[in-house]
């Protein structure tokens, strides 16, 4: 089935500390994984994604590893501030659907604590 | 302009309404989307146009009706709807192709409401 799972639901860290979350997917054909951030009251917004045809991509503090095979992929984020604060979401594109369709992660609710 | 423009941002309607949802974009994206969102939950996918052509529709209900009428608007008719449908409707745009294809441009969303 099309479906994603997405931990921890709520992580709450310090200022400076990393955060990590972690997504697994089913689709064995998928090649799409971005991440959205969604601040309270806001739209989603695209903060990294990443290809099949790569394992790890950096943006300044943020990181996103893929390993297909054993279908998960992961974002890190160093040196937390505090505007970090939002549900982070994972999503897939299954590998029939030309990107047209993603599969969102349940989100994690990350509280950065000055 | 790199904006998804939605309107209403509110919306109350009752059960025996007709209301439309409108979403713009002017970025140049060929591909648009209606999502759903309940609180505290991931959005879900509704409708896809690509080039103007419903190109994917995930089971949705007949109550929610898409139209495209050109690739610049996109709109979701509502028409006896159910409390149950009260959420956040958001509408997005997409480049179709090249490296760049995929990212998704949310509007702010149409909060909905069902009486």
């Known amino acids: 089935g099309e479906n994603v799972e997405q931990h921890p639901s709520t992580l709450s860290v310090q200022e400076g500390d990393s955060a990590v979350i972690k997504c697994t997917y089913s689709?064995?054909?998928?090649?799409?994984f971005p991440w959205y951030k969604q601040e309270l009251g806001k739209r989603p917004q695209l903060i990294i994604d990443?290809?099949?045809?790569?394992g790890e991509k950096k943006d300044q503090r943020i990181a996103v590893t893929l390993n297909k095979t054993a279908k998960h992929f992961s974002l890190h984020i160093t040196e937390t501030q505090p505007e970090d604060s939002a549900v982070y979401f994972c999503?897939?594109?299954?590998?029939?659907?030309?990107?047209?369709?993603?599969?969102f992660g349940t989100g994690t609710r990350l509280l950065v604590s000055p | 302009d790199t904006e998804v423009t939605q309107t209403p941002k509110h919306l109350v309607m009752g059960m025996t309404n007709k209301k439309s949802l409108k979403c713009e974009q002017h970025m140049g994206h060929r591909a648009m989307y209606w999502y759903k969102q309940k609180a505290k939950k991931p959005p879900e996918l509704m409708f896809v146009?690509?080039?103007?052509?419903?190109?994917i529709n995930e089971s949705v209900p007949s109550r929610f009706s898409p139209e495209c009428p050109n690739s610049s608007l996109l709109n979701l008719h509502l028409h006896a709807l159910q409390p149950e449908d009260s959420a956040l409707y958001l509408c997005?745009?997409?480049?179709?192709?090249?490296?760049?294809?995929?990212?998704?441009?949310f509007g702010e969303g149409s909060r909905l409401t069902v009486l």
């Open positions: 997005a745009s997409s480049l179709v192709g090249g490296t760049n294809t995929g990212e998704l441009f």
């Open positions: 999503a897939y594109s299954p590998g029939n659907t030309g990107f047209q369709k993603l599969v």
């Open positions: 689709d064995s054909a998928s090649n799409y």
């Open positions: 146009y690509s080039y103007e052509k419903l190109s």
């Open positions: 990443i290809r099949s045809n790569v």
